[in-house]
């Protein structure tokens, strides 16, 4: 089954330590997103990538990195400069030539010890 | 810049009752709206969607309405029911290639 899987599901980082959530699709869609929410709030955009090796920062990109080498990986890496990374971060992807919904992954949820 | 309003921010109703959820946006070139429903702890589901050259569409106990003028969706839910409980999102299609998300509503179905 076609689908975009985010790995882990839980995630614990140490103040200081970057860290990568994993994000993959076999849908073939050529954009992919990274989004935060913090609880009770709304998804907010980090980065997006609507072809390989290129992307670009979404409203809230400070602290965060993304690579996009292939088009079925897009991992979000979170730097040592986030410095309230907490928080559940969702993967998403859509067909790139119309505009479709997004298929979200199942997300991680990040936390700081 | 681009922005998407949603309200209610929380929402209760009996069951059986309707819902409704208004979202209105900025940008005059969008062209899609989709509607997500999110369960705790889970990713956003795409539930319906509408095209700008649609006012209306409908699948089973939900519905979409789109006034392009007045640049204001919304989503109906009609007889609802206990597991409509979840947080629910509209988004608008812009024109940087990207869907901007409102703010969310929490539905909860009172039994």
């Known amino acids: 089954d076609g689908g975009i899987t985010q790995s882990p599901k839980y995630l614990f980082r140490k103040e200081g330590q970057n860290v990568t959530l994993s994000c993959e699709q076999n849908l073939n869609h050529d954009a992919m997103y990274w989004y935060r929410q913090d609880p009770g709030q709304g998804l907010r955009l980090i980065y997006y990538?609507?072809?390989?090796?290129?992307?670009q920062k979404g409203d809230i990109a400070e602290g965060y990195s993304v690579s996009r080498e292939k088009k079925e990986s897009f991992p979000l890496t979170v730097t040592s400069a986030q410095k309230n990374p907490t928080a559940f971060y969702l993967c998403a992807s859509m067909p790139g030539n119309l505009p479709y919904g997004y298929t979200f992954g199942s997300g991680t949820r990040l936390t700081v010890v | 810049g681009e922005n998407v309003e949603q309200h209610p921010s929380t929402l209760s109703v009996q069951e059986g009752d309707s819902a409704v959820i208004k979202c209105t946006y900025s940008d005059s070139a969008s062209n899609y709206f989709p509607w997500y429903k999110q369960e705790l702890g889970k990713g956003p589901q795409l539930i319906i969607d509408?095209?700008?050259?649609?006012g209306e569409k409908k699948d089973q106990r939900i519905a979409v309405t789109l006034n392009k003028t007045a640049k204001h969706f919304s989503l109906h839910i009609t007889e609802t029911q206990p597991e409509d409980s979840a947080v629910y999102f509209c988004g608008a299609y812009s024109s940087a290639s990207k869907i901007i998300f409102g703010s969310g509503t929490r539905l909860s179905i009172r039994p």
């Open positions: 509408i095209r700008s050259n649609v």
């Open positions: 990538s609507q072809i390989v090796n290129d992307f």
